[in-house]
């Protein structure tokens, strides 16, 4: 409904300017642009890649658009604003080739040509219908509207998937779909009714996971690529606010454990190696095989007062997915305590290729930590490289893979230092990340600058999401919940 | 006189009418001035068209625009009572032309009765989670309902198309109010079309079934996300959500009611009770409604609160100390406000314990997830220095807010604190949002001004003396340890007095008597030598427990206060307990530690009463 309203106004409010560039004079300089998209590396078939001038005293806008494989585009406007079809059209003529961008601003009345910049069309397609997320203001305790959205990557559609709105005064998690599928997917909510939803094919199970032998709910989770299993880590989450004027808050465990729920026989796997108070286990995922789990451990240490202690490595273990068991032994793949860093959010590619994690100084929730970077391990050699052209001085995490695992999609938040906004980027054949770009939108600027929320743990959805908020509400309420066992 | 009595005959209802206006006006523009503010600070109208259409993309949209376009007049409340008086007048006026329609008779005692609703809603309105749309929905209900009834036309196929448009707009526009509409159409229709009993139970149960089946279509292709609650009574007429609650709010459905109940008395008995007395009946019951629901609108404590968060708001220090003296909440959050005027006057140490105490929960209170508790910890943190924490409890206050409407006032803060933290992007961004507003512009555009601008930042009244005080290292914040974190933020700052006057409050509100007195010899000279009445009581009773005489102590003690001291054990020996001494001594340390140590008494005894049953 909104978008309907938004498109009327849209067009009664045309009133954009409309001049041509002439007497113009050129400049030696690159545009001023927002968001900054020059020398980004796009996929054919993304939305317009529209763009405003990052100077608030520009009148006037005039593009033009370039393809090296031919085709041309032009707008003229307050800001750079696409057409949806034609701009697909000439970025699919361009694939492997380049887009030139020729950018004219008026100021005072009087006309100023930058230097032309370019973008890059990958080869790499990227077919997945869109991104999933959670949008939630970046705040403290409290958060009065929260939900998990899709939002259609070829246009600027988003829609919900569940808002707050439906489960009043349910906190919700994001949602994790089972390799971009989604038809297999799960969320958790936290408050009075809290439960966690596993959805396959259309068929809903809330769970309550909390059993005496585990010491909390489900929290972070990846689904086994069978569509049999999901493993979790159970926390026990806290967050403590700083005091200063520096951090605003850290979060951090005070135990956690790692289990595996088998969703045919509603048990739960355990292992001793992946259980005990003298460690923190958290963030397992699946290899693409189904052979590994992959999962962050630090040693436990006296929470919060050393905090900065805990780091965490990478490990894995070997788990049977036939018989559902673990392996008997846990190899280090990361030492990142000798380096003194710690790897959270490990996220596999589903080629098998290469593993992406992020990296910070300390604890298991890189979000508030400005030095979390991305890094990437490639599994065939064991060794990482920094993803340096995707990485700021702010901090980037939540990164997920698209199904075809060219691309990715990344929190960062180097806008402002406080909203992670989303970026998209692609691994070339050499494993170097490119230059990433923000999730487009319509009107970037006013969009993102009058936004208030942080985008979390985007992921890519390979078609749209289906979902009934209302029906989900009765479920919530209702109660009723699959319990589960231990598998012994 | 003759004259003047036909000028009063043929002028009654218009001195009615102002009669009321005024007295509405005096009601919310003088007496419930807190009121407005309050509902003020729970939403930040922007003019733009993004707001609009956020508005207007929901059920009852119109009426929620319209709502909160009304409300952000409460800024000033004065001015914004304005429209309230408006708002009632037009709902009376509404209310009449229907009675008068419906009934057929526009005699003195129906145009009486057309102010019953409105007394009504002067009663619901002393709930503070009554939105401001359900009246709005209420009146403009009743506008579109009066067009349609009163809309003569003879092509009948129109008229219908006309419903048919008009229910799902209407209920787009303003809620499930739509139904009243709906319902008047009906009762107007049946009573007085000619047309026979079965014709007129078809349209009726035509337009009923017809409207049941518009709205649950609207809901099942445009309100996804909205339960069923929300479908049928409303998504922003009660600010709490139906779906939290699992129950629908009496007022809600109550309020239609009334209407459709004077609807149908007066046109049962419109015509039958007719004369002087019935006027006269008729004036005396709506003047005893109206008072009724004065009287019996507020919850005296609730208001009490709101009063007091509007002097907060304004710094209005000397007026919360005088209203507390007269009567006082005994809540954590009231004990908050109280303290903190105090300290600002200076008088925290000499007049605490005059005041409702609880704790150290009374100085700062943990975080309670709710829109109203915590403003007064919020304001308390920063006056205090404590800018991180102002932060955190402004910007969850409101996110408390159900609604997602933000908050200029909050806002405002958080801005002040970006600012004083130098985070000039994220204050950007919310400055922009508050230069969209009406009251908050100009403030906005000024702050706008300091944007990485450290030395006029630095030479700021507030901001600059915050950067001050502000801690210059990191640790976490523990409410558990508050004592200490006073003492830091005072050993951070020695200018700060207000720390300093809270990080001792802090140690008499635990009874930490130890630490107090170990504390105080050193501090005499940050005190500059005047030591304060509670602080001398409290000493007075650690030295007195452990010395025979007041010789040697080393802070200086009045002979005022060893002979209250004297006085006060005396008493409450004689009395067995500090509740029967005199209201001095009651507003002693003395008393409050008595009562202290017999709380915790009673709850070792709970607890071991507890333990003693678990065995």
């Known amino acids: 409904m909104k978008n309907f309203v938004t498109c009327i106004f849209a067009f009664l409010l045309v009133v954009a300017c409309s001049s041509t560039p002439k007497d113009v004079m050129l400049v030696d300089a690159m545009p001023d642009i927002y968001p900054d998209y020059i020398g980004v590396t796009i996929p054919a078939g993304i939305a317009p890649m529209n763009f405003n001038c990052a100077d608030a005293d520009v009148e006037c806008v005039d593009v033009v658009v370039t393809g090296s494989k031919g085709g041309s585009l032009h707008t003229n406007g307050d800001y750079a604003d696409f057409d949806v079809d034609d701009w697909h059209a000439i970025t699919e003529q361009n694939k492997g080739g380049e887009l030139t961008f020729t950018v004219c601003m008026k100021r005072n009345g009087r006309w100023t040509q930058y230097n032309d910049f370019k973008m890059f069309v990958s080869n790499y397609p990227l077919d997945d219908y869109g991104l999933t997320y959670r949008k939630i203001a970046p705040g403290y305790e409290v958060y009065c509207k929260i939900g998990n959205y899709q939002r259609n990557i070829h246009n600027f559609d988003e829609e919900p998937i569940i808002e707050n709105t439906a489960v009043q005064g349910q906190c919700m998690s994001c949602h994790t779909a089972n390799q971009t599928n989604p038809d297999q997917f799960f969320f958790h909510l936290r408050g009075k009714h809290g439960c966690t939803l596993i959805q396959r094919g259309g068929k809903h199970v809330w769970y309550n996971a909390k059993t005496d032998s585990t010491i909390a709910n489900p929290s972070y989770g990846y689904w086994h690529p069978s569509g049999r299993y999901c493993c979790f880590s159970v926390n026990k989450i806290h967050q403590c606010f700083f005091t200063g004027n520096k951090a605003m808050i850290e979060v951090f465990d005070t135990a956690s454990d790692l289990v595996v729920l088998d969703v045919e026989t509603n048990q739960l796997i355990l292992s001793p190696l ?34 900065d202690k ?24 990361i030492n990142a305590e000798k380096m003194n860093k710690s790897v959270t959010f490990p996220r596999p590619s589903y080629d098998g290729k290469y593993l992406m994690y992020c990296l910070s100084d300390f604890g298991n929730f890189p979000i508030n930590h400005a030095e979390a970077d991305l890094w990437m391990l490639d599994l065939r050699t064991n060794g990482s490289i920094e993803l340096k052209n995707a990485n700021s001085p702010q901090s980037e995490s939540y990164h997920n893979w698209s199904s075809n695992s060219h691309w990715f999609v990344t929190a960062s938040r180097r806008e402002d230092t406080l909203y992670g906004l989303l970026y998209i980027a692609s691994i070339d054949d050499n494993g170097n990340a490119t230059k990433p770009f923000l999730l487009p939108q319509r009107n970037p600027q006013k969009f993102y600058h009058e936004s208030l929320f942080s985008y979390n743990v985007p992921d890519f959805t390979k078609s749209h999401v289906d979902f009934d908020a209302r029906k989900a509400y009765d479920e919530v309420y209702s109660d009723k919940r699959q319990r589960v066992t231990i598998k012994n | 006189m003759i004259a003047l009595k036909l000028f009063f005959k043929k002028n ?12 509405i006006y005096i009601w919310w523009g003088v007496c419930h001035q807190a009121d407005l503010a309050f509902q003020e600070q729970y ?5 733009n068209g993004g707001y609009f259409i956020e508005r207007v993309s929901v059920a009852g949209g119109v009426a929620d625009y319209i709502a909160e376009f009304i409300i952000q007049f409460f800024y000033y409340p004065r001015w914004g009572a304005l429209f309230l008086v408006a708002l009632y007048v037009l709902l009376q006026h509404a209310t009449w032309l229907l009675l008068r329609r419906i009934s057929g008779n526009d005699g003195f005692h129906v145009y009486m009765a057309s102010y019953i609703p409105a007394a009504y809603l002067l009663y619901a309105m002393g709930d503070v ?41 209407l209920y787009w526009g303003i809620g499930p109010m739509m139904f009243l509409a709906v319902t008047i159409v009906v009762c107007e229709r049946m009573l007085s079309s000619s047309e026979g009993m079965v014709c007129k139970g078809a349209r009726a149960l035509f337009i009923v079934i017809y409207s049941l089946l518009a709205v649950f279509c609207i809901s099942y292709f445009f309100m996804k996300q909205y339960v069923w609650y929300d479908v049928w009574f409303g998504i922003n007429y009660y600010r709490v959500p139906m ?90 959050s009231s004990a908050v406000t109280v303290n903190l005027a105090l300290a600002k006057k200076g008088l925290l140490a000499d007049r605490m314990f005059s005041f409702y105490q609880c704790g150290t929960d009374g100085l700062i209170m943990p975080f309670v997830r709710d829109y109203m508790t915590c403003v007064s910890t919020s304001e308390a943190f920063y006056q205090l220095g404590f800018v991180n924490s102002a932060l955190r409890f402004s910007f969850d206050i409101q996110e408390c807010t159900f609604n997602n409407r933000k908050s200029g006032r909050f806002t405002k803060r958080i801005v002040e604190i970006y600012i004083v933290n130098g985070r000039y992007d994220v204050a950007r961004k ?12 100009s403030w906005a555009k000024e702050a706008e001004m300091f944007l990485g601008n450290e030395q006029k930042i630095n030479l700021h009244p507030k901001w600059g003396a915050l950067r001050k005080k502000r801690f210059k290292s990191d640790f976490f914040y523990n409410i558990n340890e508050l004592d200490k974190m006073l003492g830091l933020l005072y050993m951070n700052n020695r200018d700060n007095r207000m720390a300093l006057d809270y990080f001792l409050a802090s140690l008499l509100l635990k009874g930490d008597l130890q630490q107090f007195c170990g504390y105080l010899p050193g501090l005499a000279s940050d005190l500059n030598g005047y030591l304060a009445r509670h602080y001398q009581e409290a000493f007075a009773m ?12 080393p802070v200086p003690i009045s002979g005022q206060v060893v002979q209250d001291m004297q006085r006060f054990v005396q008493a409450t020996a004689q009395h067995g307990g500090y509740s029967g001494t005199d209201a001095y001594l009651q507003h002693t340390y003395w008393a409050y530690y008595m009562k202290m140590m017999e709380q915790s008494a009673n709850n070792v005894d709970a607890e071991s009463g507890a333990s003693t049953l678990k065995h």
Request: proline share 3%; net charge neutral; hydrophobic share 50%.
């Open chain 1, 310 to 333: 805990a780091k965490y490595n990478l490990c894995k273990i070997s788990f049977d997915p036939e018989k559902g068991v673990f392996g008997n032994k846990v190899d280090t793949v």
């Open chain 2, 43 to 47: 939403q930040m109208f922007l003019f």
């Open chain 2, 430 to 441: 919310h400055i922009d949002r508050l230069k969209q507003t009406l009251f908050y512009s």
């Open chain 2, 542 to 553: 650690f030295w007195g427990n452990s010395h025979s005489s007041f010789d040697g102590v």
């Open chain 2, 243 to 332: 779906a939290m609650m699992q129950s629908v709010p009496s007022v809600i459905y109550t309020l239609p009611l009334v209407l459709l109940a004077v609807l149908l008395f007066v046109h049962l008995f419109g015509r039958r009770l007719n004369g002087v007395w019935t006027s006269v009946i008729m004036v005396v019951a709506v003047a005893v409604m109206f008072s009724l629901a004065a009287i019996k609108s507020y919850d005296k404590d609730e208001h009490e609160l709101v009063e007091q968060n509007y002097l907060l708001r304004q710094e209005k220090w000397d007026e919360i100390i005088s209203r507390a003296e007269k009567y006082q909440v005994h809540d954590a």
């Open chain 2, 129 to 169: 989670s009554v939105m401001l749309s359900l009246p709005v929905s209420l009146l403009i209900a009743l506008a579109v309902t009066l067009l349609y009834i009163r809309w003569q036309t003879e092509k009948m196929l129109l008229r219908i198309a006309v419903f048919v448009l008009l229910v799902p707009l």
């Open chain 2, 12 to 23: 009654a209802g218009l001195l009615i009418t102002v009669v009321y206006a005024v007295a």
């Open chain 1, 274 to 307: 992946l259980q005990g108070s003298e460690s923190f286990e958290t963030y397992p995922v699946f290899s693409p095989d189904g052979r590994t789990m992959y999962f962050c451990v630090s040693k436990a240490y006296d929470m919060p007062r050393e905090y």
